[in-house]
């Protein structure tokens, strides 16, 4: 089970942090992501880590912006947001996959989800 928090209201130009703890039933994470929707629209890649390495992946529109780590201990993994746009609107899902070959890209090569959470920034 994947737990999303840190969601919320904020102004453009504002900061967030996103958590997403894995719990209950344990699994062997190879790679974590996050994954955004906004209204209307698919379900588009944001970031995704690795969880042996440490590799990282951005989409363009949130590269110099956005970064994920992760904490191996807590099983944890983060997503802190800078320089928020209007445009970063959406529910962010956390998503964890168990094999680390092929592109992190695709939200079907993923094996859990979590329940998301909302973020709207103002502008």
């Known amino acids: 089970q994947l737990v999303e928090s840190g969601g919320g209201l904020v102004q453009a130009g504002g900061s967030l942090r996103l958590s997403c703890a894995a719990s209950?039933?344990?699994?062997?994470?190879?790679?974590m992501a996050w994954f955004r929707q906004a209204p209307g629209k698919e379900r588009e890649f944001v970031a995704a880590?690795?969880?042996?390495?440490?590799?990282?992946y951005y989409t363009d529109s949130v590269k110099g912006r956005f970064t994920i780590s992760r904490d191996n201990a807590k099983n944890t993994v983060y997503l802190q947001m800078n320089s928020l746009k209007p445009e970063d609107t959406a529910v962010y899902y956390c998503?964890?996959?168990?094999?680390?070959?092929?592109?992190?890209?695709?939200?079907?090569?993923?094996?859990?989800w979590g329940q998301g959470t909302q973020v709207t920034v103002s502008s």
């Open positions: 880590i690795t969880w042996t390495s440490g590799n990282t």
């Open positions: 998503a964890a996959r168990t094999y680390n070959y092929g592109a992190v890209y695709p939200a079907s090569s993923y094996n859990y």
């Open positions: 209950g039933r344990t699994f062997s994470t190879a790679v």
